[in-house]
């Protein structure tokens, strides 16, 4: 099933969302997460401008992003849309360099570095473009697992993948500096970090007024990654409402297991800085220190939910096997969850919660690295 691109839910439309049924329900609840979500997709495909990076070409990266998640219904909308624009898909060492990337990430984000950027530069990509591809890849990564997690409540098959065993612990960069010589974490931890980019964050005096309002506006002025992000800032803007209404809100799942998840899904993929934050804040919101601590300590190849507690061991299975790639969270996962009294809402919480790691993780992984000095 497809969609246009100005449609006003395309995941509701491709997850085939019944509605009334209480999947569409949560999803009214927290409108402002699925507005913002929509509104992303559009900022990215459906440009005011879309300078130097295509629409098409746009569309074509994600098309193949959807089939490495073995997305086939995201796969077929992409494909569609192709279609309808003059010209088709392309075939040029520019873009070859843009799909070399984006596999690195959809597969294997944390073992991107700054000379992947500078390959894409040498291949005629732009700092905004850069940055906009990267934002592309790690949406659909995001817009994939939401639809793996929509059509499971919904009671909809989805593709399963072929090991029942738990998804494991990804690795992570052990490099002991930073690009610019600063010391970089080796291992995950809770303590504070710092974050430097290996493409120029841009100046803030170089916005114009909406760009510099928008940074004003979030507290994000100061940020070398947020000045990144913004040299497109209209899905910087969107995706900034975006994770502001899947983590900040009342009901549901509790906060702390929001911030549980966003740790899982960065331990699958190898996100030190992510970790971190979100690690940081489920121990304090919890008081279960230890617990998130034996969490952080798991190897690459570990099983993330050894030694928890029955309740996080089922959402810790859950998130890990949502943040695989492809996806690999099935019914058994959903039915563990729905058994420990999780409602509707509650699940549709740990769905989104988890699956925007996707996006968060491939951004903070790929376009610079933590240090700790």
């Known amino acids: 099933m497809t969609a246009t691109l100005n449609n006003d839910d395309l995941l509701a439309v491709l997850a085939e969302i019944a509605p009334g049924s209480a999947l569409a329900q949560a999803r009214v609840t927290r409108q402002a997460a699925t507005d913002a979500i929509q509104a992303s997709y559009l900022a990215l495909f459906a440009p005011a401008d879309a300078g130097d990076f295509p629409v098409a070409q746009r569309l074509q990266v994600a098309q193949r992003i959807s089939e490495w998640h073995a997305d086939r219904s995201l796969a077929a909308h992409y494909y569609a849309a192709l279609l309808q624009q003059q010209g088709g898909a392309e075939d040029s060492p520019r873009l070859q360099a843009a799909l070399d990337h984006a596999e690195r990430l959809a597969f294997k984000p944390a073992s991107a570095d700054a000379q992947h950027l500078q390959a894409l530069q040498q291949a005629g990509w732009s700092l905004d473009a850069i940055v906009t591809l990267s934002q592309l890849i790690a949406f659909v990564s995001f817009q994939s697992r939401l639809l793996t997690g929509y059509r499971l409540l919904g009671g909809q098959p989805v593709e399963e993948g072929s090991s029942g065993s738990p998804v494991r612990a990804g690795s992570w960069r052990t490099e002991s500096v930073t690009l610019s010589g600063r010391h970089a974490p ?188």
Request: aromatic letters at 8%.
């Open 186 to 373: 080796p291992v995950f931890t809770r303590q504070e970090l710092g974050w430097e980019p290996w493409i120029a964050a841009k100046p803030l005096a170089e916005f114009d007024a909406s760009g510099q309002a928008l940074l004003t506006r979030f507290g994000h002025s100061d940020s070398d990654y947020f000045r990144l992000l913004a040299r497109n800032h209209p899905v910087l803007e969107q995706r900034t409402l975006a994770d502001r209404a899947i983590f900040y809100t009342q009901g549901g799942l509790e906060r702390k297991d929001r911030e549980l998840a966003a740790t899982v899904a960065s331990k699958v993929n190898g996100c030190i800085y992510c970790a971190s934050v979100h690690a940081r804040k489920a121990a304090q919101l919890s008081k279960q220190t230890d617990e998130v601590q034996r969490l952080l300590e798991v190897a690459p190849g570990g099983v993330l939910s050894e030694g928890q507690g029955e309740q996080w061991r089922a959402q810790i299975d859950f998130a890990a096997a949502l943040s695989a790639t492809p996806p690999q969270v099935n019914a058994e996962h959903l039915a563990v969850l729905r058994e420990q009294g999780l409602d509707e809402l509650a699940l549709l919480d740990l769905v989104q919660s988890t699956a925007f790691f996707a996006w968060a993780n491939r951004l903070m992984l790929t376009l610079g690295e933590p240090f700790d000095d």
